[in-house]
Nanobody, 124 residues
């Protein structure tokens, strides 16, 4: 399985960006997809996740009401719509894939495959 992330860029405070992650390969093995982010000097942190079949969604508190995760099973794509962006959202964003139901969806170690990362920069 391979993941290809895209859609990052430079945006001003309050602006919007849409990230996409295309999955190729054995997509039948997907249980959950997620977006994590990593700012300079910080650990990779959970942002949001979605189950592949049922579409259940999970968000970290800091992005609730601003970010929306969605998936298009026909296109093997997971998207992240980010609105009302803040400087603290600046990071490299990674999409991750978990083939198994792990209870703790916020742990990066529970995701087996990763995209290459896409930079999001929010300027003030």
């Amino acid at each position: 399985v391979q993941l290809q992330a895209s859609g990052g860029g430079l945006v001003q405070v309050g602006g919007s960006l849409r990230l996409s992650c295309v999955v190729s390969g054995r997509t039948s093995s997907i249980y959950r997809m997620a977006w994590f982010r990593q700012a300079p000097g910080k650990e990779r942190e959970f942002v949001t996740a979605i189950t592949w079949s049922g579409g259940l969604t999970y968000y970290t508190d800091s992005v609730k009401g601003r970010f929306t995760i969605s998936r298009d099973n026909a296109k093997n794509t997971v998207s992240l719509q980010m609105n009302s962006l803040k400087p603290e959202d600046t990071a490299v964003y990674y999409c991750g894939l978990s083939p198994i139901l792990y209870t703790d969806y916020t742990l990066s170690s529970n995701y087996r495959s990763w995209g290459q990362g896409t930079q999001v920069t929010v300027s003030s």
